[in-house]
């Protein structure tokens, strides 16, 4: 479990749903994905408006159906869209769409050119009428996140083995504001799985890659990872990776293989 500024405590292993929703002859095993997750624990659901133009967030509200007290539904306003009216008009949009009430938690998908400020007193609005139950951001590197004022429960990252740059600064200084991170592809969109040093590894732990590249992202206790499953097998493998434990010599290896930053490293995004 991670717990957010404003005390709401959820499982530290999610869902993300980016390039979900844009096939048809995939919907019903991706319908399927979604509803295997919420059954296994993994609550936190990631969307965004931006994804598939809002068909992700219309496959997730058909996933939820029936189940809607159960998850941590995360949704995200394209910078575009981040104007002090724009906001709450596209949050509406996305509550539609996922025919819901409300969304526990609404990012900044990434900084644009409406100011910060206006996009979280709008985000405030939101919270105070109740279409929203908190706000965060994304892609937003230290010193941006850092000049936010109160309020803001997260920073969702680019976060996985090889792109290790947020342990330099940004985890630091997350986790001295008692903020955690959200990581989205923890496993690379599924190119650390062919990595040889990463299946040796595996391999030694009676695990997958994938596991591994997981169990990793979640050894702090302060990162929300949200990996992307299209099928209900690959989700079961994904939550399996919660019965990992990296021992010292375990990370220590992964570490060689995977070198930490040195230095400030610029925020990656995919």
């Not at 319908?31 to 809002?54: F, K, P, Q, S, W």
């Not at 936010?148 to 290790?164: F, H, I, K, S």
Request: proline share 7%; charged share 20%.
């Amino acid at each position: 479990m991670i717990t957010f500024p404003n005390g709401i405590r959820v499982p530290s292993l999610g869902q993300g749903t980016w390039n979900m929703g844009d096939s048809s002859a995939g919907r019903a095993a991706e319908l399927d994905a979604i509803r295997t997750g919420i059954d296994l624990g993994l609550t936190v659901i990631d969307t965004a408006e931006m994804y598939g133009n809002g068909r992700s967030e219309e496959l997730v509200g058909e996933a939820i159906e029936g189940h809607r007290d159960e998850v941590f539904l995360v949704s995200k306003v394209l910078p575009s869209n981040a104007s002090a009216k724009g906001t709450g008009e596209a949050c509406h949009a996305s509550l539609r769409r996922l025919d819901t009430d409300r969304l526990d938690l609404y990012l900044l998908h990434w900084r644009g050119r409406y100011p910060l400020d206006e996009t979280v007193a709008a985000f405030e609005t939101l919270v105070a009428d109740g279409s929203i139950g908190a706000w965060g951001v994304s892609n937003l590197d230290t010193a941006e996140v850092a000049e936010l004022p109160p309020g803001c429960q997260t920073d969702q990252v680019l976060y996985n083995l090889t792109r290790r740059g947020p342990e330099f600064d940004l985890l630091p200084w997350a986790a001295s504001a008692g903020m955690p991170v959200m990581a989205y592809s923890p496993v690379e969109q599924g190119r650390l799985i062919g990595d040889p040093a990463l299946a040796a590894i595996a391999r030694q732990l009676g695990a997958t890659p994938a596991q591994v590249a997981l169990a990793w992202t979640l050894r702090s206790g302060s990162v929300l990872a949200i990996p992307k499953a299209s099928t209900a097998e690959h989700v079961r493998e994904n939550a399996a990776a919660r019965d990992i434990h990296l021992t010292e010599a375990d990370v220590e290896r992964l570490d060689r293989a995977f070198p930490p930053p040195t230095g400030p490293v610029p925020l990656e995004m995919l």
